[in-house]
């Protein structure tokens, strides 16, 4: 079987120079092309030797190229502008912007059916993440409060994460959960955002990478599950799943744990 062939969307990022290394590692995928938003040179040096095309034009560099499968790290304004240029050459698409909204899906879906490509949305990689998640689904129909606690990067730009907003509706859309009013808040906004009645604090400062931690409660306890992410390395097994999967399955998928079938 030839190899997939990828075009990584956001290259010289932290994680698209992680993804780029992974792709690179991989037997069965071919790096043929990548992207950055401003211009670097014709090319883009590769782990372990070689070099790949590099582009700040998407189309021209599909149209060259002709991969099976787009990997985009950018953010959502920046993959929903791409997504319909991926989507004209049928190239597949594995997405991880965060700030991607539910009209964005909607788009997207729309756009796989039209075009008979896989499309994969995943707002975390990393399979921790996914099992806190589904452990939380689990959780929640036996308490009343939920707090979500997560923490990044003071260079993060959108808050809350893509993955602690996937949390919150997960669990938010299962039942309406109770939220605690105080009689007065001291300082504006303290209580953290809401969905659903699950509340929502975001952290952002220098030494963080990716934390997320739910809180359940229910009179006289409280249960506590937390996710940390040491490095983007753990990301890796989980990008290179979809892009094998994405290939094989026309359509919108959300979240990795679909991907896996968890």
């Known amino acids: ?71 985009d790290f950018t953010n959502a304004s920046a993959c929903m502008a791409s997504a319909p240029v991926a989507a004209r050459y049928s190239v597949n698409m594995v997405l991880g912007s965060s700030g991607l909204t539910p009209d964005h899906l909607k788009q997207l879906d729309a756009l796989a059916h039209d075009k008979n490509i896989g499309i994969i949305v995943a707002p975390n990689f990393a399979l921790g993440a996914v099992v806190l998640k589904k452990l939380a689904e689990q959780a929640a129909p036996y308490f009343d409060y939920v707090d979500i606690i997560e923490s990044h990067h003071e ?51 220098p030494g963080r990478s990716a934390h997320h931690e739910v809180i359940m409660g229910a009179a006289g306890q409280t249960i506590s599950l937390r996710h940390d992410t040491l490095s983007r390395d753990c990301y890796m097994p989980g990008v290179v799943r979809c892009i094998q999967e994405v290939v094989k399955r026309p359509g919108l998928v959300v979240g990795l744990e679909n991907v896996l079938g968890l």
């Open 1 to 71: 079987m030839p190899p997939i062939k990828v075009v990584v969307q956001g290259a010289t990022g932290k994680m698209g120079l992680e993804t780029i290394g992974a792709v690179v590692r991989q037997a069965d995928m071919a790096l043929v092309g990548a992207t950055c938003h401003r211009e670097r040179g014709a090319t883009l040096s590769l782990p372990g030797g070689g070099e790949a095309p590099l582009s700040t034009n998407l189309e021209e560099l599909l149209e060259r190229t002709r991969p099976d499968v787009l990997v």
């Open 155 to 205: 260079a993060k730009i959108d808050a809350p994460s893509g993955f602690a907003l996937a949390l919150a509706r997960s669990l938010g859309d299962r039942k309406q959960f109770t939220r605690n009013h105080t009689e007065k808040e001291n300082l504006p906004g303290t209580r953290g955002g809401e969905y659903h009645g699950v509340t929502v604090h975001s952290i952002r400062m």
